[in-house]
C-alpha cells in the first residue's frame, strides 16, 4: 500500500507563487508515475501534470494546457517526494489539489481512472 499526504496549500494573491509537495510512503517503486490533479467547486477532477521514472532514462513530464509554462513538477533524487512549483497563479488556479501514483508507464495518463493511489488533498486558494 501507498500513502501519500500533502502539503503547501494556502491563501496567495493573483501572480503570486505556492510550492506543493507530495510526500510518498508505504510501497514505493523504483520506477513509477506521480501526478497531480485538482478539484473545483462544483467541477470534475482535472489532470495538471504528471512525472514518471523507470530509473534508466530521464523523467517523463506532461502538462495540462491550462498550466504549461507557470507551473512545474519534479522529484527529489529518492524520488519519495514529488513538488508542484506554481508561478504565475490566477483565480481560476483556486483549488483542491490531489497527488496520485500509479505504476510507471511512458505514456501520459492523465485520467483520474488511471491512478491507484489519492492523497487527501491540500487547499490553494489564489485571491484577486
Known amino acids: 500500500q501507498v500513502q501519500l499526504l500533502e502539503s503547501g496549500g494556502g491563501l496567495v494573491q493573483a501572480g503570486g507563487s505556492l510550492r506543493l509537495s507530495c510526500a510518498a510512503s508505504?510501497?514505493?517503486?523504483?520506477?513509477?508515475?506521480m501526478a497531480w490533479f485538482r478539484q473545483a467547486p462544483g467541477k470534475e477532477r482535472e489532470f495538471i501534470a504528471r512525472i514518471s521514472w523507470n530509473g534508466r532514462t530521464a523523467d517523463y513530464t506532461t502538462y495540462a494546457d491550462s498550466v504549461k509554462g507557470r507551473f512545474t513538477i519534479s522529484t527529489d533524487n529518492a524520488k519519495n517526494t514529488v513538488y508542484l512549483q506554481m508561478n504565475s497563479l490566477k483565480p481560476e488556479d483556486t483549488a483542491v489539489y490531489y497527488c496520485?501514483?500509479?505504476?510507471?508507464?511512458?505514456?501520459?495518463?492523465?485520467?483520474?481512472?488511471?491512478?491507484?493511489?489519492w492523497g487527501q488533498g491540500t487547499q490553494v486558494t489564489v485571491s484577486s
Open positions: 496520485a501514483a500509479k505504476p510507471f508507464a511512458v505514456v501520459p495518463a492523465t485520467a483520474k481512472e488511471d491512478y491507484n493511489y
Open positions: 508505504g510501497r514505493t517503486f523504483s520506477s513509477s508515475t
